[in-house]
């Protein structure tokens, strides 16, 4: 009599952002969680409250997400050593990893720095997320991450979505040869993930499945909107202008 060999497990992974969204993501079947703040834009560094929370509210292993600020990757000097911090509290706190994504200016990984986020992590997983996909040599950056040690990537090949990248994903896991995880990432939905797991050969897959929600508070025809739509494209992200700080605390003072 054969055995049947179970099929390999497929995980995956719900990126969230409250404790909610946890709870829903878990019992809709969620592997593992990716935890940000502002969704909105990519994902950002979560409050050390809400890492706690959730950790302590969730069944499934939690990623927490360094990325102290929108916009590219390439960070200045304050903005690492926050993401140092952030990291040891993440990780003091029970997260079983991080999440992180460092670039240079000319698109390359910042080797040096990820190797102090590797290595800060210690046996927890380290995972580069979709900055991957905005450098300027995936298959180099697939070896420079093997050579780290680190735990995972997430990529949708270099495309918008994941399905379009599919034939890349495959060629990046060729390379990998089991040397590092591969996670697929970018537009998937119940319409294509079986597509995309086909096309691919990958194994793990990482889902936003978000939709709006609204808790009220605000009158949906409020004249007030919080929101700079300024920033809310492309690699532009917010900063303060000390000319103009300068300019109108000198009007402050001679009024």
């Not at 102090?116 to 997983?125: K, L, S």
């Amino acid at each position: 009599m054969t055995t049947a060999v179970p099929a390999e497990k497929i995980t995956l992974e719900v990126c969230v952002g409250s404790v909610a969204d946890a709870r829903a993501a878990i019992a809709a079947g969620a592997d593992r969680l990716e935890l940000c703040s502002g969704l909105e834009v990519g994902g950002l560094t979560p409050s050390i409250g809400l890492v706690e929370t959730v950790v302590a509210a969730s069944s499934v292993p939690v990623i927490a997400m360094l990325r102290p600020r929108a916009g590219g990757f390439c960070y200045d000097a304050d903005e690492f050593a926050a993401m140092l911090r952030d990291a040891e509290r993440f990780l003091a706190a029970g997260a079983a990893g991080v999440a992180f994504g460092i670039l240079d200016q000319q698109g390359r990984l910042d080797v040096a720095r990820s190797r102090e986020i590797v290595a800060r992590a210690g046996t927890r997983e380290t995972v580069m997320h979709r900055a991957f996909d905005f450098t300027a040599d995936q298959f180099a950056t697939l070896e420079a991450l093997i050579e780290l040690k680190a735990t995972r990537i997430l990529t949708s090949g270099g495309e918008p979505a994941a399905l379009a990248g599919s034939a890349k994903l495959r060629e990046l896991a060729t390379r990998a040869a089991g040397r590092i995880e591969l996670m697929a990432g970018g537009g998937i939905n119940a319409d294509n993930v079986g597509d995309v797991l086909s096309a691919s050969g990958l194994r793990q897959v990482h889902i936003g499945a978000s939709g709006p929600a609204d808790d009220r508070s605000i009158a949906p025809t409020a004249s007030i909107n919080l929101c700079d739509q300024r920033f809310f494209h492309g690699a532009e992200y917010r900063v303060v202008v000390q000319n103009s700080v300068a300019a109108t605390a000198a009007a402050l003072r001679n009024a």
